[in-house]
């Protein structure tokens, strides 16, 4: 059994910062890629930024040079550096683990941005 479990988030200002933060923990070899992916309602999932088990990182155009992901294979976390926010970045920030071709998923942390 795996669990992924996301932190941080919250409410924070327009051009402010925040961390998100996500653990996986449970039955675990390898985790291939990890990513966080966001959701407004009504909207579908949309990718955000992954980062494959060598380091290599892919992001959205709307978060590039603003958000920086990283983490950590030996603690099998990942982290998202989120920065200059701006209201249309609120949303429903997921954390996501590639392990033997399966998709993990958190519940979820809500980071809201307010204008």
């Known amino acids: 059994q795996v669990h992924v479990v996301e932190s941080g988030g919250g409410l924070v200002q327009s051009g402010g910062s925040t961390r998100l933060s996500c653990a996986v923990s449970g039955s675990i070899r390898i985790i291939y890629a990890m990513g966080w992916y966001r959701q407004v309602p009504g909207k579908q999932r949309e990718l955000v930024a992954t980062i494959t088990s060598s380091g290599s990182t892919n992001y959205a155009d709307s978060v590039k040079d603003r958000f920086t992901i990283s983490r950590d294979n030996a603690k099998s976390t990942t982290a998202l550096e989120m920065n200059s926010l701006k209201p249309e970045d609120t949303a429903v920030y997921y954390c996501?683990?590639?392990?033997?071709?399966?998709?993990?998923w958190g519940k979820g942390t809500l980071v809201t941005v307010s204008s």
């Open positions: 996501n683990a590639q392990i033997n071709r399966i998709n993990y």
